[in-house]
């Protein structure tokens, strides 16, 4: 039995999570397994109708009881994250954050793969060429919310905003970027990405952690290091030179957005937030989309790869073959369906929303 909480989220949120839950309905049955999926509203527009204030978080968007209570599920799927009714931080930091913060999902996993017949805007590159994978740390770095204002609003104002790297936190995301690059087998090379020629403290525990623990533990990886900017640029120009990429959070944000678009955009791209000793949280890494709201033209293609991802994962980590079985047949039907799409950008894909999830199914 796979126990699933469902948080839609906000603006197309939830319609890119039903196709997900209909293809998750699909291969249930197919492979003879039972789930189920409870669903949590915790939208924006749900904080505001409880009262919460539009421009300050005054009530909780998850309440540290739900929270708890997430804790029993195997995996949480999420839709989207952001209203316009609200401002910018608050749902983000309120939900999104506080979930892979109290939950410690300490690994944001996002795979960059081109699937055939998918669009990229890089010239003469196919499937063959972008396809591997961003382990980005998800609790540290300057995400961990420290730093404040000092005479604030004045003319003398100052901000700060801090950024930390512990020997714990680095450790425990270098040690499973290795695994999974040895796990996947390769090139079995692990780049890191960083800047130490700049963050000469942070990057410069994460440089030693990484060589001191490589060394010592993973001797049939080879290491590899880029500095971001560099990165950056390597994306476009060769990215089939990577197999596994570990980064810090914050440029780890910023990389896997260029990732997502050389792999065919927002609608194709997914993301787990792990917590390989806990409850982990799966999601299409694009946004809520308001303007594409309700009118059923939304890409569910990430959805359904972030319920591909989650049964891969819950799979492995229960030891449940089925389930794991389970999530790679719903990859490969994603392969299956892509081609068949005009395109992934949300209104030109030649179906609607609930007909990708439809097609995904048939392939299935
Ligand atoms: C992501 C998003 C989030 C992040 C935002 C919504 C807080 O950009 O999942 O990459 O910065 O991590
Ligand atoms: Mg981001």
């Known amino acids: 039995m796979l126990k699933l909480a469902v948080i839609g989220g906000d603006g197309t949120g939830p319609e890119v999570v039903a196709e997900g839950l209909k293809v998750l309905a699909a291969v249930a049955g197919q492979e003879g397994f039972k789930y189920t999926a409870t669903d949590y509203d ?15 978080q005054t009530i909780p968007i998850v309440t540290d009881a739900q929270v708890q209570e997430l804790r029993g599920y195997d995996a949480i799927y999420l839709g989207a994250v952001g209203d316009p009714a609200v401002a910018p931080g608050i749902l ?31 010239k003469d590159k196919g499937p063959e060429h972008i396809n591997f994978d961003v382990v980005r740390e998800n609790t540290e770095d300057l995400y961990f919310g420290g730093g404040g204002f000092l005479r604030k609003g004045t003319p003398n104002e100052v901000a700060t905003q801090e950024m930390i790297a512990t ?59 880029n500095h971001v900017d560099a990165c950056c640029m390597w994306f476009v120009k060769n990215p089939e030179f990577y197999d596994t990429i570990v980064v810090p959070n914050m440029f780890g944000d910023i990389i896997t957005d260029l990732g997502a678009m050389i792999q065919g955009g927002m609608g194709v791209a997914a993301g787990g ?29 990430a959805a359904i790869a972030a319920m591909a991802m989650l049964l891969r994962v819950v799979g492995d980590q229960k030891g449940d073959a ?19 799409m005009k395109s992934q950008s949300a209104g030109r894909m030649g179906y609607s929303t609930t007909e990708v999830g439809d097609l995904v199914c048939a392939a299935l």
């Open 42 to 56: 915790l939208s924006g527009k749900a904080y505001l109708a409880r009262g919460g204030d539009a421009k300050a």
């Open 92 to 122: 983000e930091k309120g939900l999104l954050l506080k979930l892979r913060f109290d939950l410690d999902q300490y690994i944001n996993l996002r795979p960059v793969k081109l699937y055939p017949g998918v669009e990229t805007p890089l």
């Open 322 to 340: 089925v389930v794991r079985r389970a999530g790679e047949r719903v990859e490969q039907a994603i392969v299956a369906t892509c081609p068949k």
């Open 273 to 301: 937030n792990i917590n390989p000793q806990g409850v982990s949280m799966f999601e299409p890494i694009g946004g809520s989309a308001p303007k594409y709201t309700g009118q059923n033209v939304i890409n569910p293609i």
């Open 167 to 225: 020997r714990f936190g680095v450790e425990r995301c270098l040690r499973y970027a290795f695994e999974f690059c040895r796990k996947k087998n390769t090139k079995k090379m692990l780049t890191l990405v960083a800047k130490t020629n700049v963050l000469t403290f942070a990057h410069d525990l994460w440089w030693r952690a990484f060589n001191e623990i490589g060394d010592a533990e993973y001797p049939d990886i080879k290491r590899d290091y």
